[in-house]
């Protein structure tokens, strides 16, 4: 195998060699003093293992709309069509209604079943969000003045100075107890507008999943996304 691209950085601490594949690519981490022909020798020697990894595909993002289902607060919801004479959705026990204008030109369909579901997450993080902020806020002796949804390519919430909380509608794709997570993070910037130890103390003195909520986050953010 030739030796594929990889990224090197050099340690004073470390005491062997590491290999680990991020993003599809091959990082290396190595003691301060070893020579690259020694790194790539390494390399050559778990060549199965590498390559393995640098193949393994990118996760997927489900394709929601036509499996017909839909993650929502740690349940699955049936997604149901029926054509009928305007654009709504309906939420019936574990069954999303979509209605689709028989006016909708055909090759747009799709776009309005978007639409509409993003559009029901959206609503429905406004109702949750809503519902469970006046507890939490008064346990943290804390007042918000409005929470609306959001739609965020790169974030999960806001808090700005006026005490408004926005909250990504992609939310609604996760387990409440993620939810409630950035629930209290984004109160917490009502106190502490950074990411200082003082912020995240007082996050972890009202939120004990905190830190497994963040990597939940991390490793599931991928399929919490319509395409
Ligand atoms: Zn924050």
Not at 88 to 115: H, P
Not at 186 to 208: I, K, R, Y
């Amino acid at each position: 195998m030739a030796v594929p691209a990889y990224q090197l950085r050099y340690s004073a601490r470390r005491r062997t060699l590491q290999l680990q594949i991020k993003a599809g690519q091959l990082w290396v981490a190595a003691p301060v003093g070893l020579s690259v022909r020694q790194i790539e020798a390494f390399i050559q020697q778990k060549s199965a293992w590498v390559e393995q990894h640098l193949s393994a595909p990118l996760p997927q993002v489900p394709d929601w709309l036509g499996l017909g289902e839909l993650p929502y607060l740690g349940r699955r919801l049936q997604l149901k069509v029926v054509i009928d004479v305007l654009n709504a959705w309906t939420l019936e026990g574990d069954t999303l209604w979509l209605q689709l204008s028989s006016r909708n030109k055909a090759v747009n369909q799709r776009r309005w079943m978007q639409q509409l579901v993003q559009q029901f997450y959206a609503s429905e993080t406004e109702l949750w969000f809503n519902t469970q902020a006046p507890g939490l806020a008064a346990a943290m002796g804390l007042r918000y003045q409005a929470i609306q949804s959001g739609d965020f390519k790169r974030k999960w919430g806001s808090c700005n100075s006026k005490g408004e909380l926005q909250f990504n509608w992609r939310l609604m794709m996760a387990p409440p107890w993620i939810c409630t997570y950035l629930l209290v993070h984004e109160l917490a910037h009502l106190q502490h507008m950074n990411h200082s130890p003082d912020f995240w103390q007082l996050v972890a003195a009202h939120n004990a999943d905190a830190k497994k909520a963040r990597l939940w986050l991390r490793q599931n953010q991928h399929w919490m996304q319509l395409i």
